[in-house]
């Protein structure tokens, strides 16, 4: 009997990758997935070291058919955070896409019946965005990315958090309700939280 995990997919975006690696430092029993771009961007930024400062195991993508995607028909973890998630991304799976590691743990995920909780980079029509060496930019996410995230929103199992407090409170509250059906409901521990 083991306790579930939560696993946190990162994608090629520089766009509130440093807060989603510093609310990652403050999270146990995660795992820490990049797709081929964010394992780029990661350097691009200077953020190995506080990937590696996280402390969490994290994953690449290596194999074209995302061999580590098996965990998730092991019952191993009780919620997918992707954070940040770039138009790349977000296209492929508002579309269903399951070509790269990150859309296929989605995919997996919505499978098994796994709570996604997804930051997409483009919130609105005009953003602030990160740059590699400490400057800011600004960004103008297309309609077609827009209607990609409002896609998202309908999906089953899926929440679509809007800002970084949004991200925060979404996963201290799936953790908080985990703790209690842990605490509280008997069986159902079992069914929720470890296999
Ligand atoms: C420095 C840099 C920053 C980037 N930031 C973003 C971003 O904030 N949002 C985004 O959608 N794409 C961004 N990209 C582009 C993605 O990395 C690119 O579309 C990539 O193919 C995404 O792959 P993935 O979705 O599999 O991670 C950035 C690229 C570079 C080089």
Redesign the pocket.
Known sequence: MRSKRLAWAI?????YLRESLAILQTLQDVDIYL????AE?IQ?YGFQAALEATGHKVYQDKTASSVPVERFYESVYHTLVIS?A????IAKMAYGFSD?L?TNLFAQAGKTRVHSVVFA??TAPELE?E??RDHMVK?FPRQIDLDNVAKLKHFADTTVVEDMNALQATIMQRLATLHDLHLHDGIQVFDALTE
């Open positions: 994608t090629g975006s520089g766009h797709s081929r771009a964010a961007i691009q940040p770039t138009s790349n991304t790269s990150v980079c483009d965005s740059a590699p960004v």
